[in-house]
Nanobody
Framework: QVQLVESGGGLVQTGGSLRVSCAAS????????MGWFRQAPGKEREFVAA????????YYTDFVKGRFTISRDNAKNTVYLQMNSLKPEDTAVYYC???????????????????WGQGTQVTVSS
């Protein structure tokens, strides 16, 4: 049974930092590209960052470039999202997701991912 379990969310002040983690089990983690998405109340789920299975390539949406860093530890079956200089507009539930095989729509598309975690809440106070 595949499980993606996020952790590390919480409440932080504007300008603060958080690191969220996603621990994977039940799949060959090193074969999967991994992504982070987020969803704020009343909004669609949106792409944040992705990392190829080797960790050699990373991708970010424009509004987090320079502030967020995605990384992975294949030995620990875990992907991380380090979030710095947080803003109130970063408040959302953050989800990790796993993709395997040929990329068709791009790693920024929710449709590309086979497995999803349950999410972890990140709240940035102003």
């Amino acid at each position: 049974q595949v499980q993606l379990v996020e952790s590390g969310g919480g409440l932080v002040q504007t300008g603060g930092s958080l690191r969220v983690s996603c621990a994977a089990s039940g799949l060959p983690f090193s074969l999967y590209d991994m992504g982070w998405f987020r969803q704020a109340p009343g909004k669609e789920r949106e792409f944040v960052a992705a990392i190829k299975r080797s960790g050699a390539e990373t991708y970010y949406t424009d509004f987090v470039k320079g502030r967020f860093t995605i990384s992975r530890d294949n030995a620990k079956n875990t992907v991380y999202l380090q979030m710095n200089s947080l803003k109130p507009e970063d408040t959302a539930v953050y989800y990790c997701a796993a993709h395997i095989g040929t990329v068709v729509r791009g790693l920024g598309s929710v449709d590309e991912y086979r497995y999803w975690g349950q999410g972890t809440q990140v709240t940035v106070s102003s």
